[in-house]
């Protein structure tokens, strides 16, 4: 029953993360795919599973994906589609607790 969790958790996570990676990548006017962005959301969600050293390997393969798999150079696009990628990624649990908080 806990690995059933876990891989619908890391479903979850990389269908979301992939939808706001090419959000992030939409609003900053770069080119990419879809599919794409799910490789890269899918391979930082699994990476981050890893202790301890798993969020800085997940920071490393994703710029690395990221200038792979769109048009995006290292600097500026790539820093700039992961600050909007983080951000709306905030925005989007501000929104989340607050619906959740007004609908008890």
């Known amino acids: ?3 059933l969790g876990l891989v619908v958790g890391i479903a979850i996570q990389s ?4 939808g706001l990676l090419y959000a992030a990548l939409k609003i900053t ?3 990419g795919t879809y ?6 959301a899918a391979v930082t969600t699994l990476l981050n599973l890893i202790p301890v050293v798993g969020p800085l390997l997940a ?5 690395a994906l990221l200038t792979k798999l769109s048009d995006a150079p290292f600097w ?3 820093v700039l589609i ?14 989340l607790l607050a619906l959740l908080a007004t609908a008890a």
């Not at 599919?35 to 890269?40: F, Q």
């Not at 920071?59 to 710029?63: G, Q, S, V, Y």
């Not at 992961?82 to 929104?95: E, P």
């Open 76 to 78: 500026p696009d790539a």
């Open 35 to 40: 599919p794409g962005m799910l490789v890269i």
């Open 1 to 3: 029953m806990y690995l």
């Open 59 to 63: 920071l490393i393969a994703f710029f």
């Open 29 to 31: 006017k770069n080119q």
């Open 82 to 95: 992961g600050i909007v990628y983080v951000a709306l990624g905030y925005l989007c649990r501000i929104i």
């Open 15 to 18: 269908l979301i993360g992939s």
